[in-house]
């Protein structure tokens, strides 16, 4: 028996791993220099502690460290790319390309860069969540001076092409932003491979502490630009000023290099805990579908829509397990998750939809008993259903009629 509750959500946030707290700690007791102090050891110390982090972040992404510009999370790297190469390219265009499925620390710049005269497309998904290139090239004018196109999928997990698409805009002359707050540290992710110009990343996504994170910009062919949201004493290169959180870095880089060395094992121990999950509510269910792309998709992601069930209240009834229903970011509302409504999921199905985060921290025994609790609350739930009693009338009366046969 797991210990409860079992904590299932790691798309929305992972639990600091020990190893990077106890990199951590050192910077809150001895070491608290500032790492802008040039004059005594604890500012030397505090300098080269966040000198590391920053190689040990680059080298995830086959970056400079130059390149990496500590922010307080993905949050502020999205807006930072965005509204930074808006307000920095203005004379060259004003037109920015992303895509209807994004996180909305994507999408919210984009409106408010609409309301002050910029033009965004918003473009269409398939019904498993990815675009095309064709889709991104047919997009394109001279005006174009930006796209953005995430990694991956906070919801569905879903992949998107995000090398072609690099590789297109590099032939076109626009600039490449990915928001790759999921992606990172789970999925190989190389700015060369993939010819991004800005990459937004998040420490607590991969077993970091919350609050900080960093925006990839490329120096050489091109070197990017922006200009900056917050000005001050001129720390990050200009970029982003503010005293820097010296033990959240140290923990940044401390979780990077853990998720460099364990990638390839971790993704498919994922991997396979996710087919587990997923053959296990099958087996025992009937009418439940898989919301994003069946094969390219986080590993660790499982979007499942139980029909004749309202998300909410199975994840209300299943107290012993933390899941989302729709997207964690947009729990306030009642709305159908935007995402799955751009899959064509129709809205009595994304009503229906739960996520599954799994992560380092799970094991196969949390999985078999989560298997367990949704089956037992899935058919305890189906059983108040009305809908329900009328479809399953509706089949045993099909499958009784001698026209079926
Ligand atoms: C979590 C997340 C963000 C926001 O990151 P914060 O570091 O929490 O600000 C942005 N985009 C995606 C895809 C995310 O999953």
């Known amino acids: 028996m797991p210990t409860l509750p079992i904590y299932m959500d790691n798309n929305s946030t992972t639990r600091v791993d020990p190893r990077v707290l106890e990199a951590m700690l050192p910077f809150f007791t001895e070491h608290y220099?500032?790492?802008a102090s040039r004059t005594h050891a604890f500012g030397w110390k505090a300098e080269e502690a966040v000198d590391l982090a920053r190689e040990q972040v680059a080298s995830l992404l086959a970056a400079d460290p130059r390149e990496i510009v500590f922010t307080s999370g993905a949050t502020e790297s999205n807006n930072l790319a965005i509204k930074g190469v808006a307000a920095m390219y203005r004379a060259s265009g004003n037109h920015i390309i992303t895509v209807q499925t994004e996180h909305k620390a994507v999408l919210d710049p984009c409106k408010r860069l609409e309301r002050e005269g910029c033009a965004v497309t918003y473009l269409p998904v398939d019904r498993f969540g990815q675009v095309t290139p064709q889709q991104v090239a047919d997009a394109l004018?001279?005006?174009?001076?930006?796209?953005?196109?995430?990694?991956?999928?906070?919801?569905?997990?879903?992949?998107?092409?995000v090398a072609a698409i690099g590789r297109l805009c590099k032939e076109r002359g626009v600039l490449f932003h990915t928001d790759a707050a999921q992606a990172f540290g789970k999925l190989p992710l190389d700015v060369q491979d993939i010819k991004a110009d800005l990459v937004s990343i998040s420490a607590h996504k991969m077993y970091g502490p919350k609050g900080v994170g960093a925006l990839y910009v490329r120096r050489r062919q091109p070197h990017v630009r922006l200009e900056p949201l917050i000005d001050g004493g001129g720390h990050e290169r200009g970029m982003r000023s503010g005293t820097l959180p010296v033990p959240s870095i140290v923990g940044f880089g401390a979780a990077c290099t853990l998720c460099h060395k364990e990638l390839a094992h971790e993704s498919a121990r994922l991997t396979d805990m996710r087919q587990r999950l997923l053959l296990g509510l099958q087996d025992r269910l009937d009418a439940v579908f898989l919301n994003g792309h069946p094969t390219e998709r986080l590993p660790g992601n499982l979007n499942m829509s139980f029909a004749y069930v309202q998300g909410e209240a199975l994840m209300m009834a299943m107290r012993n397990v933390a899941i989302s229903s729709?997207?964690?970011c947009t729990s306030a509302s009642v709305e159908p998750s935007y995402v799955l409504r751009a899959c064509g999921v129709p809205d009595d199905l994304a009503h229906a939809s739960i996520r599954f985060g799994l992560g380092r921290f799970n094991t196969d025994d949390e999985v078999d008993f989560v298997v367990g609790e949704v089956v037992r609350t899935v058919e305890r739930l189906r059983s108040l259903s009305p809908d329900h009693a009328l479809a399953r009338q509706a089949r045993s009366g099909l499958q009784h009629s001698p026209l079926s046969q």
């Open 33 to 35: 220099g500032n790492a």
């Open 141 to 161: 004018t001279p005006r174009t001076i930006l796209v953005s196109v995430m990694a991956a999928n906070n919801e569905i997990g879903t992949l998107q092409p």
């Open 326 to 328: 729709g997207s964690a």
